[in-house]
């Protein structure tokens, strides 16, 4: 039974001015298991929602300028959303350049590969310049080659969340080795790496649902893939079958956005807007019978159900056994929860 009180009293001509030792800080658990046993569970490795570390992954092929410029234009905006939630960020940027790495910009005023937003002071500022990158004649169409080359990168934080973005005006081409004339029509042809190589490789070292998230501003699907699917602010562009095939793949893990509008400010803001709402889930070992008696954080402090504690998910895809949810500002900072509940 929901939204009990242990127990209650009446009081004549008094006021209440001693703890009171029956007061169940939140009501809406139960005291005890309706069925089953109580059982603990400690969880201390899962990714803490105020740490950040961010790759943005940019087609460099072709004429690629325009994109990179309105990449660098819409980046300080992207970044000030996780500033203003007090988020802990590392970025790096690279090109798909084939022998591509994280690399600071042409003319950076300084040259940062991999930016901090507590260590350097206008971060914002050097990782949209890291977008200005020199463009060779070696590019292709690769962007998810590019992102998998790095997961051992030193961007990569052991308990910050990760977000790989993937701008392009074209689709992957991954594995294929493209080169010469009709590129687009020689990669639909050829044998490319397998996606579920790159869903394992990003996915290897993640440990709660929401951990990692493939972010793909890119041409929706189509059967043409030689012709271009719309032309934008940024040029031709063509279909990205093989990405938003990955991405359905991801589920909840990614977020497709469209690149034929006229400026990549709405789509990051969209990015943006579900990292910084997003919580974290920690699955149950064992069937939860029903919702939790007791959540508290490594220090033994109470976390409330509903808004900045957690929620609990008994029928949860990615949690057979159930799962509790961390709000994203209840969590901050968490290294540790332990949680009671009931099994049979």
């Known amino acids: 039974m929901r939204g009990f009180f242990l127990f209650s009293f009446i009081a004549f001509f008094a006021s209440c001015t001693d703890a009171n030792p029956g007061y169940q800080s939140d009501p809406s658990l139960p005291g005890e298991?309706?069925?089953?046993?109580?059982?603990?569970?400690?969880?201390?490795?899962?990714?803490?929602?105020?740490?950040?570390?961010?790759?943005?992954?940019?087609?460099?092929?072709?004429?690629?300028?325009?994109?990179?410029?309105?990449?660098?234009?819409a980046l300080p905006g992207f970044l000030e959303r996780f500033e203003n939630k007090e988020i802990h960020v590392k970025m790096g940027v690279a090109t798909t350049q084939r022998k591509s790495k994280i690399s600071s910009g042409e003319n950076c005023a300084e040259s940062i590969k991999i930016v901090d937003s507590v260590d350097d002071s206008n971060w914002k500022e050097i990782a949209a310049c890291n977008t200005t990158q020199k463009l060779e004649a070696d590019a292709a169409d690769e962007p998810l080659s590019v992102a998998l080359a790095l997961?051992?990168?030193?961007?990569?934080?052991?308990?910050?969340?990760?977000?790989?973005?993937?701008?392009?005006?074209?689709?992957?081409?991954?594995?294929?080795?493209?080169?010469?004339?009709?590129?687009?029509?020689?990669?639909?042809?050829?044998e490319r790496m397998p996606l579920n190589v790159f869903e394992e490789g990003f996915l290897k070292d993640i440990k709660s649902e929401e951990g990692f998230t493939l972010a793909i501003i890119a041409g929706p699907s189509s059967g043409d893939v030689n012709r271009p699917v719309c032309n934008s602010s940024v040029g031709p562009v063509y279909a990205a079958n093989r990405l938003n095939e990955l991405a359905d793949s991801l589920g909840e893990r990614a977020i497709r956005q469209n690149l034929c509008g006229n400026n990549l400010g709405p789509p990051l803001k969209k990015i943006a807007e579900k990292i910084v709402a997003s919580g974290t889930t920690l699955c149950a070992q064992k069937k939860m019978e029903h919702e939790p008696l007791r959540v508290v954080d490594g220090e033994d402090r109470i976390l409330n159900l509903g808004k900045d504690g957690f929620i609990y998910e008994a029928d949860q895809h990615s949690c057979e056994n159930g799962a509790i949810v961390l709000d994203h500002s209840g969590s901050r900072a968490l290294e540790e929860v332990k949680v009671t509940y009931c099994v049979l």
């Open 33 to 73: 298991c309706r069925r089953g046993e109580a059982i603990n569970q400690t969880f201390d490795n899962f990714e803490q929602s105020d740490l950040l570390d961010i790759l943005f992954v940019v087609d460099a092929s072709g004429n690629s300028e325009t994109l990179l410029n309105l990449t660098k234009e």
């Open 151 to 190: 997961q051992n990168s030193a961007l990569w934080r052991k308990r910050a969340k990760r977000l790989v973005v993937i701008i392009s005006r074209d689709d992957d081409c991954s594995g294929a080795n493209i080169s010469g004339d009709k590129p687009r029509e020689k990669c639909n042809d050829a």
